[in-house]
């Protein structure tokens, strides 16, 4: 019992806070607009860091990335599957949330106008290279340095990762004082999250008490919904990917290791804290060294398929919050992107993509804190969903790069050995 409050003592706060937000606003209503400063002072706060924190954590992680030890096929595969098992998450995602209104807002406008934006703010038209070039790069250094600019900032990132990783040792200073700089910036945000209970539990009450229980209902419709297809999703989509990697065998030798890895995934809601038992799994299913200390790392950091459906359903939260209509391939492209921005760290760590899903979305700054909650209501299950993805997903690796044979294979190692 311990040892689950340590794990789960964050998340549990954070839901009591958010439960205790809703009561108050659903009994004051307007009167609960004087708790919204607390909310603000949340807001600023992760304002305040989020430039920071996007350009080390991408800048660092591209820096680390260091040669496989199995040759560029390898890589190359892990990736390609990346791609496909994605798409698939994705078009679950969609499926799940198209048809059923997560929310359905009286008066959108309202809304916009209360989270600081004027639903009637100018658009300027632009053809789709000038909008491409105006949302990947800045004409001035401060720029950069602005939320109003996170594509660009996630391009020069990138760009300075590379440099770094294909300097070499000539860069180890720069890149060690930009990897301490990280360590600083995520313990900041520790400590933001310490006041993440009194800011999002403000920030709802104020939330409900303006718009009524519709918005409360759509956060429970969406925890539910959710739940249920990460519950289906695990149970048929993985079995689907162990019995194409291996047949009969394969099918077996998933169910009989992976709850190791689910039960560590939903105990920590942390990807990276469950690598070493994950790795661990994926030997035990049969793939070879190499492919799973290659693979489980890599998936933490570019492979999450709770995260890409959790991306979808934060995307149609806001779409019919606010009453937009976007095509279903930007959403599409937009929940892939923002997926590769997902830190593989407890509550909290999914602040990156929530930006860059705002932005490219067109929606205000300021409804960060609305992804923040889902964020947190479906945390247990998308963690399970992102690190299992990653063994499953390995099998396949292990198929394509060593034959069908591959549990035969590793069985014969494991006898030699």
């Known amino acids: ?13 954070l839901l ?4 205790i937000g809703a009561i108050v606003g659903l ?30 954590t991408i800048t660092t992680s591209i820096a680390k990335i260091s040669e496989p030890k199995r040759l560029s096929k390898v890589i190359i595969t892990i990736f390609g599957v990346f791609i496909v098992t994605s798409l698939v998450a994705v078009i679950v995602g969609l499926v799940s949330t198209y048809s059923i209104k997560l929310v359905n807002p009286s008066d959108s406008e309202a809304i916009m106008e209360t989270l600081g934006e004027s639903a009637e703010s100018e658009k300027v038209e632009l053809n789709i290279l000038e909008r491409t070039v105006q949302a990947i790069s800045v ?23 590379l440099a770094i990783s294909k300097l070499g ?9 930009l990897e301490a700089a990280n360590k600083v910036v995520l313990k900041f945000v520790d400590f933001v999250f310490l006041y993440a209970p009194i800011g999002l539990g403000c920030y709802f009450a104020s939330l409900i008490g303006t718009f009524g229980a519709s918005i409360a209902v759509g ?20 079995s689907l990917y162990a019995f194409i990697a291996g047949g009969k065998k394969g099918f077996i030798a998933f169910w009989k290791n992976v709850l190791p890895a689910t039960a560590t995934s939903i105990s920590t809601c942390s990807s990276a804290a469950s690598i070493p038992a994950n790795i661990k799994c994926s030997k035990a299913m049969g793939v070879s060294d190499d492919i799973a200390e290659t693979m489980i790392p890599l998936g933490t950091s570019f492979h999450k398929d709770g995260s890409i459906i ?7 939260f806001l779409v019919y919050l606010f009453g937009t209509h976007p095509s279903i391939w930007q959403v599409i492209g937009v929940a892939l992107i923002a997926n590769l921005l997902v830190t593989a760290v407890p509550v909290g760590g999914g602040t990156i993509s929530e930006t860059l899903i705002i932005t490219m979305m067109g929606f205000p700054l300021t409804a960060l804190p609305i992804l923040t909650i889902i964020a947190t209501i479906i945390d247990p299950p998308a963690t399970m969903l992102n690190v299992v993805g990653d063994t499953s997903s390995s099998m396949l690796v292990a198929r394509i790069i060593d034959g069908k044979n591959w549990l035969l294979g590793k069985n014969k190692k494991n006898k030699k050995a």
């Open 139 to 161: 004409s001035d250094f401060k720029d950069i340095l602005s939320k109003d600019n996170i594509i660009a900032l996630v391009v020069v990132s990138i760009l300075v990762g």
């Open 310 to 316: 959790g991306s979808v359903f934060k995307i149609m």
């Open 1 to 13: 019992m311990k040892k689950f409050w340590t794990n789960y003592k964050q998340t549990i706060i």
């Open 219 to 238: 956060y429970a419709k969406t925890f539910v919904i959710y739940t249920v297809v990460s519950i289906l999703f695990y149970f048929i989509v993985y």
């Open 169 to 177: 040792d000539e860069a180890k200073a720069f890149k060690d004082v």
């Open 27 to 56: 009994i004051f209503k307007e009167k609960t607009e004087v708790l919204k400063p607390f909310g603000d002072l949340f807001m600023n706060l992760m304002f305040v860091i989020i430039i920071p924190l996007i350009f080390l």
């Open 16 to 19: 009591a806070s958010l439960v």
